[in-house]
């Protein structure tokens, strides 16, 4: 079964043409229109991707993003009409997985949206055994680190950093590198790397798992675990 794509859009316009161009591609579709209708939606119908604007009538999309990550790690590309790199900061660092900007060209989107499932596919495909380093387990076939045998509530793209530097324990990676491995098909910004791994740290530290993720100054992150 093709995948589900929920989009979630006010303007009825912007939202019927990509709609149009989604099941062009052969995705299902559904949609909702304010913040209440995409959660509803999202509970009901567990889809395989969110196209979420971020400027909702009533709850807004920075704000129905956090509870789909509370819940899950379902795929999300924010739509906005912002520009302002703190916006696309603020979205990422929520755990969306890209995001577009308007006015955009629509076959930009399904672009972006085919990248963003290949790489959730890919993931969950990947049968290399887990890794280990310390206390911190990645198991790239399951989709799932655990920290002393509980499991992380990491978003797609934080988990693709995490096991990326888990391949390689003790080397440093560059932003460049982890941007690539993590969003290799997006044009976000190098801090978004940042922004990305400074929630992977808060997460880690709650978990007991702090001092595993290092900052290298000048270069960019390495994982390691004390000796």
Request: without cysteine; positive net charge.
């Given at each position: 079964m093709s995948a589900l794509i929920l989009i979630v859009e006010d303007e009825p316009q912007l939202a019927e043409v990509l709609e149009a161009y989604a099941r062009q591609e052969g995705y299902r579709t559904e949609r909702a229109a304010d913040g209440n209708a995409a959660l509803h939606a999202f509970r009901a119908l567990n889809p395989d991707l969110i196209l979420l604007d971020i400027m909702l009538p009533g709850r807004s999309g920075l704000d129905v993003l956090r509870t789909v990550r509370g819940d899950g790690a379902t795929p999300v590309i924010l739509v906005t009409a912002r520009a302002e790199e703190t916006d696309q900061i603020v979205g990422l660092e929520l755990g969306a997985?890209?995001?577009?900007?308007?006015?955009?060209?629509?076959?930009?989107?399904?672009?972006?949206?085919?990248?963003?499932?290949?790489?959730?596919?890919?993931?969950l495909e990947d049968t290399e055994r887990p890794v280990r380093v310390g206390p911190l387990e990645?198991?790239?076939?399951?989709?799932?680190?655990?920290?002393?045998?509980?499991?992380?509530?990491?978003?797609?793209?934080?988990?693709r950093l995490l096991s990326q530097l888990a391949e390689s324990p003790g080397r440093a990676f560059s932003r460049e590198e982890l941007l690539a491995a993590a969003l290799p098909d997006s044009d976000a910004l190098e801090r978004v790397v940042d922004a990305h791994l400074a929630s992977v740290r808060r997460k880690l530290d709650a978990a007991q798992g702090g001092g595993l993720l290092h900052t290298v100054r000048g270069v960019g992150y390495r994982l390691e675990a004390s000796p």
């Open positions: 997985d890209d995001y577009v900007v308007k006015p955009f060209r629509p076959r930009e989107v399904m672009a972006r949206v085919r990248a963003v499932l290949r790489r959730a596919g890919a993931a990645v198991d790239r076939r399951g989709f799932v680190a655990r920290v002393h045998g509980e499991p992380l509530n990491l978003t797609p793209a934080e988990f």
